[in-house]
């Protein structure tokens, strides 16, 4: 996220709720509007806070919602470690799974083509 978008997004929160968002809580901004941005198709966070003075009213009430619902430590260390996981430690896991895995699949569709010469 640009700065020029958090100054945009902390502006609007500033007027519409009066929360002051300052650069510390970007990540914290980019995690809640993951979903905003996903539902109104926007193509990311800059965007979005480039058409947020002339979006419409659902656009709006949506940010000021995502960005002013309480979310309790835990929720968002799960969060983040689950991220985490799924980037780096899955990814990897599942191509090494499947390079391990291929030539025992080979094997059985031989066998199964030798008993069953057809199929």
Known sequence: MREQSLDTIAQFMQQKAGIRFTASKTYMI??????????????????????????????????????????????????????????FCCRRLLAALRMRAAPFGFGVLQRRRARNPIA
Do not use: Y
């Open 30 to 87: 980019e995690a809640r509007l993951e979903a905003v941005i996903k539902r109104f198709g926007f193509a990311d966070i800059d965007t979005l806070a480039i058409r947020l003075p002339q979006a419409s009213g659902e656009v709006q009430q949506a940010l000021v919602d995502a960005l002013t619902t309480n979310e309790s430590f835990f929720f968002f260390a799960i969060r983040s470690l689950l991220r985490h996981l799924n980037r």
